[in-house]
């Protein structure tokens, strides 16, 4: 991973697309800092598409397309992608997405969860979700080690369903899909951008970003992802100086003054 600050203005004016992770990534432990949320206006301001790509529930998604400079929201680790067109707000789900008795399977799948990993717990935002299943492992307390965090993704797997660990939860889904495929779907489909790897930056900060650094080779960790970099096998191709969203801003700073 090379610093930030070593992207050129070359690479710079091939960006139309910023898409970033929130949890750790825009967020500093677990709030919006001003200087990260100004970033987005500068960016929407700038003209650049701005698209946030998260494992946070449907409910978040529909307030963050409503009320943040966005062009579009990616949800629940890609089941859908909210955004508007003819200022009516619109829906995109991934086809791949389990039909029948979700919630039943999911059911399943949490109570092995629970009782196979002692501290886990359900997501609180969990009233808010459609398609898929948080478990905290760190978010609120008591916070678990990623071993725990990687012990429920291996139940959540052995039971057939998807799982990735973010930086707060491990998020299982039925459906064969996750972060990139959504984002792929969306900006090829709908927004008609024939060569995305080449005009998305990406910033992310967790394993469950590892599609997305593998994809798109504009890439950036904000500086909190170090502690998981041994835990995963695609890391960004750069990070900043700063964590969280001071460290998004930081980026946001040096792309703009390119």
Known sequence: MKPFSHFSPGQAARIRYVL??????????????????????????????????????????????????????????????????????????????????????????????????????????????????????????????????????????????????SSIHVNTWFGDYDKLAASLLFLEQTLGEADPAATVLYFGDSPNDEPMFAHFPNSCGVANIRPFVSHMRSLPAYVTAQSGGQGFAEAVEHLLSL
Request: aromatic letters at 8%; proline letters at 5%.
């Open 20 to 165: 970033a992770d929130i949890d750790d990534t825009l967020t500093t432990g677990g709030k919006l800092p001003a200087a990260a949320y100004a970033a987005l206006w500068r960016l929407h301001d700038a003209g650049y598409r701005v698209i946030p790509v998260t494992g946070r529930p449907a409910g978040w998604c529909d307030l963050i397309i409503r009320q943040w400079p966005v062009d579009a929201v990616v949800g629940e680790n890609g089941a859908f992608v909210y955004h508007f067109s003819g200022g009516q707000l619109r829906t995109l789900v991934h086809p791949s997405v389990a039909t029948g008795d979700i919630q039943g399977r999911l059911e399943a799948v949490k109570e092995a969860c629970l009782s196979g990993v002692p501290g886990c717990r359900v997501a609180r935002d969990q009233f808010s979700r459609i398609y898929d299943l948080a478990i905290d492992f760190c978010e609120d307390p008591p916070r678990l080690s990623l071993e725990e965090a990687e012990r429920v993704c291996a139940i959540c797997r052995s039971m057939g369903a998807n799982a990735k660990v």
